[in-house]
């Protein structure tokens, strides 16, 4: 009788022992081909997003480009035309004078043009370096006389840039300064970005109203930073935002760059 049943047994074993096998090989190619799913929708959705940045890159630019053609060139060549037709060809020395008023206003007019057309180069900004194309983006700033601001850079950036990740976090300098601008009332913004331990670490200041960062309701404002943090996430980056109510606000930007 226990032979039978050591038999029974073991034919029993030889017979469940290969559908486990079986069983253990199909739910790991499934979790195989899941996974194989989720990293290709994963890449999809990066580059979606990185798609997205880069047209709002653009966007902001040509934003850019066309107030400083309205609020700057447009002007000087409102005054070079105006200094022009106000010339008095019986009076030399007043159309010289006038003359020579005209050349300069045109020759700050080219050298304008000259900064638009690098600004046009957009996407190139991030290609040659992402710290030039910070100091591209302040400059602009500046030139509307509102800001003083200050930018430090400390330590050494990899010889080899990523230009997608050096995108994402452009794109974020963007949005923070935008919410300055918008929202803060600040007259000056303090950026330093500092590389160590394969760390890229951007941190912006400024002056302004500040808010309370704990019960920031969900309006463009807070919408605006719920942007920043889904875009600094895809890059496995993080957004720390600091502020208090007429203590400014501090925005630090930490994303892994090895």
Sequence with gaps: MD????????????????????????VYNQR?????????????????????????????????????????IGQLLSLTSLTLNSIELDNVER???????AIDLTMRSI???????????????IVIG??????????????????????VLEGDLPAVN????DLILFRILQEVLNNIIKH?????????MEYADNLLRLQIDDNGVGFNAAILPVNKLGMGLQNMNKRAAIVNG????????NKGTCIIISIPYP
């Design 162 to 165: 990523n230009s997608d990740k």
């Design 184 to 192: 803060a009332e600040a007259t000056q913004i303090n950026l330093k």
């Design 238 to 245: 993080q957004v720390q935002v600091n502020s208090q109510p």
């Design 130 to 151: 992402l710290s030039e194309a910070i100091k591209h983006e302040i400059n602009w700033l500046e030139r509307s006389g509102k800001y003083i601001i200050d930018y």
């Design 32 to 72: 195989k081909k899941s996974h194989i799913e989720e990293k290709a929708l994963m890449r999809v959705t990066f580059e979606a997003e990185l798609t997205k940045t880069q047209l709002e890159v653009q966007e902001q630019t040509m934003q850019t480009i066309g107030a400083d053609l309205h609020d700057n």
């Design 95 to 101: 159309s010289r004078q006038k003359i020579d008023a």
């Design 3 to 26: 032979i039978k049943v050591l038999v029974l047994v073991t034919t029993l074993i030889f017979l469940i022992a290969p559908a486990f096998i079986i069983l253990f090989v199909f």
């Design 111 to 125: 050298k304008e043009m000259r900064l638009l057309g690098k600004l046009l180069q957009g996407d190139q900004l």
